[in-house]
């Protein structure tokens, strides 16, 4: 009998939050995160564990979480962000309201304020702060949506004007610029859709600025900056910019493949044959 004891309170020692991982740089934080039962902490501690990153111990009767991270890995509010996707609104984010539909029927806990509905292939898309998902808060958000990647796509049009002109070393110059606006992005600050294109995107984006930065040949360049502009296309789409943009085809480009770019403005200046044929392509779609 003495044996099983001690193999039982071996189990449980294992088992403990403070032994499953050893996670440096750790920082340790207490936030309320709903949930009712012993399936809710499983499902809870699940959605926050990160191998040697991340991990939570969640209190069934208090609903209060320790959740400890590697600071320099991750972050409290990507751990909350993850939880939420699982189903458990928290101090920071609010479940979709699919996701919160998936749980067991006793761990639909109830909710003191809830997100508007939300479809199954906006699941992910539901990454904003709480705050920004009551009810007569939409407008006010709509206008602001674009701010975050303004400096992206500023950035972006440099890029582009660069390769109108056929300059190399131009548009390496101004993809340094646009390396830097990627890297800049704080992505809590966007909302809904546009935060599950970002994170789809975001490393393609960089990729392909840096392979602009990194060459001064303008048919390299040109080259990047198609998948480039394939990739902003979606990010600008997901959002609502302040002013209008222009998305314009060239139908000669990628040896007749073509290729789209976008433009603040509605004239057309060719950025994959610059001066050889300026006025080549037309606007397909205006996003505003």
């Not at 995160?33 to 040697?52: F, L, P, R, T, Y």
């Not at 990729?207 to 600008?236: P, W």
Request: with cysteine.
């Amino acid at each position: 009998m003495k044996s099983i004891q001690i193999l039982m309170a071996m189990l449980l020692l294992l088992s403990s939050p403070s032994l499953r991982a050893e996670i440096k740089n750790s920082a340790t934080e207490s936030v309320k995160i709903s949930g009712s039962c012993a399936m809710c902490k499983e499902g809870i501690e699940k959605a926050a564990q990160q191998k040697n990153i991340s991990q939570a111990d969640w209190n069934t009767q208090t609903q209060m979480a320790k959740i400890t991270y590697d600071s320099k890995k991750t972050s409290l509010d990507a751990v909350l962000r993850r939880v939420a996707l699982a189903g458990y609104d928290n101090a920071s984010y609010l479940a979709p309201d699919d996701a919160y539909g998936k749980l067991a029927d006793c761990c639909k806990y109830e909710r003191v304020s809830k997100p508007k509905i939300m479809s199954s292939g906006e699941l992910a898309a539901n990454q904003a702060p709480a705050h920004q998902h009551h009810e007569g808060t939409s407008e006010t958000n709509a206008s602001a949506e674009m701010s975050p990647l303004s400096p992206v796509l500023k950035a972006y049009y440099a890029v582009k004007d660069a390769l109108v002109s056929s300059d190399g070393n131009a548009a390496s110059a101004k993809a340094t610029e646009l390396v830097k606006a990627i890297k800049a992005v704080k992505m809590q600050e966007l909302a809904d859709q546009q935060h599950m294109v970002w994170m789809k995107v975001m490393k393609d984006l960089a990729f392909d600025a840096e392979h602009i930065e990194e060459t001064k040949d303008v048919g390299h360049q040109r080259d990047h900056f198609s998948s480039l502009s394939e990739n902003m296309y979606k990010l600008v789409k997901a959002g609502k910019p302040a002013q209008a943009v222009y998305y314009q085809h060239c139908p000669m480009a990628k040896e007749g493949k073509g290729a789209n770019w976008l433009s603040q403005a509605a004239e057309v200046k060719n950025p994959y044959y610059g001066a050889q044929m300026l006025t080549c392509g037309k606007t397909t779609e205006t996003i505003k």
